[in-house]
């Protein structure tokens, strides 16, 4: 393994293609190979109606997921917390490895926001899905946190955002016409959005019409937008604005920058924007994650 700080593992494990104790043992064995520095983030998505059902083992009669469920038995796989009466009791897992990955429920309405507090986990919530949720469920999350002892104390969110710095207004303006446009094509896509690729920053500004390029960046009369983008300057200020609004403790960034070059320079010329040092580490492989 070529680094040795940055925090690796998933946003997300969608825990509805997978049994809790698939998602515990492989997150186990992760944790052997990197130890304290495993993130596991369960989440739940659909793949469409065909991937969905090519995920399933039984397909006359496809399992309909309990998420609480599986995200419960998943942490107490984990810390072997399994009432006296379960099944699952004094069946530990893998006990050579006493390491246990840091637990994240990743989620995009106050659902995930109550069975989050309520299991005292982390919790994620993904900005760019539901902005105008995101501040409202993250303070109900800290407002409503309760130690269980599965490794938190006290209650640790992630606010996750997408993000298109350029070295002007101007650049990142159009840097974001990469995101915008692979949601235009999405909404066109249908059926078939599996199969939608991000376009560059050109072709989303040909294939879109004007209301989609005119989505704001910005923050505007309250309003948390879909894509912050501008210069270095700008979208630190509405990051920050957004941190203080949701009083979420990281911010996790995603992008949909087409073009590598250019979305590793908004990378660094967002972590000049929040004075953070330069990292040169070479990612483990593309799931890693910057904690």
């Known amino acids: 393994m070529s680094t040795s700080s940055i925090r690796l593992g998933s946003g997300a494990v969608l825990m509805n293609h997978y049994s809790p104790f698939k998602v515990a043992e492989m997150f186990k064995q992760l944790e052997a190979m990197a130890p304290g520095r495993i993130d596991l983030g369960m989440g739940r998505a659909t793949a469409g109606p065909v991937l969905d059902l090519a995920l399933q083992q039984n397909r006359q009669n496809p399992a309909q997921a309990d998420h609480q469920q599986q995200i419960s038995e998943t942490v107490a796989w984990l810390y072997e917390r399994f009432p006296d009466d379960h099944p699952f009791a004094n069946h530990p897992l893998m006990t050579s490895v006493a390491e246990v990955p840091q637990t994240w429920l990743l989620g995009s309405s106050p659902n995930g926001s109550n069975l989050a507090a309520g299991l005292g986990i982390g919790y994620t919530f993904a900005g760019f899905i539901n902005p105008a949720g995101a501040a409202p469920a993250l303070r109900h999350y800290r407002q409503n946190f309760q130690p269980q002892g599965f490794g938190l104390d006290s209650p640790r969110a992630i606010l ?127 799931g890693a994650s910057a904690g």
């Open 160 to 286: 996750a955002v997408n993000v298109a710095v350029g070295d002007t207004r101007a650049d990142g303006l159009h840097l974001a016409n990469s995101p915008k446009g692979f949601y235009a094509r999405l909404s066109r896509a249908g059926r078939e959005a599996g199969s939608v690729l991000v376009p560059t920053a050109d072709e989303g500004a040909r294939e879109m019409t004007q209301p989609q390029k005119d989505e704001p960046v910005t923050i505007v009369d309250g309003q948390w937008p879909r894509f912050v983008a501008g210069g270095p300057q700008d979208v630190r200020a509405t990051l920050e604005q957004m941190l203080q609004e949701s009083g979420a403790d990281e911010l996790m960034i995603q992008d949909l920058i087409a073009d590598p070059a250019a979305r590793h320079h908004s990378h660094e010329l967002l972590a000049q924007a929040f004075d953070l040092p330069q990292r040169h580490d070479t990612l483990a492989g593309p």
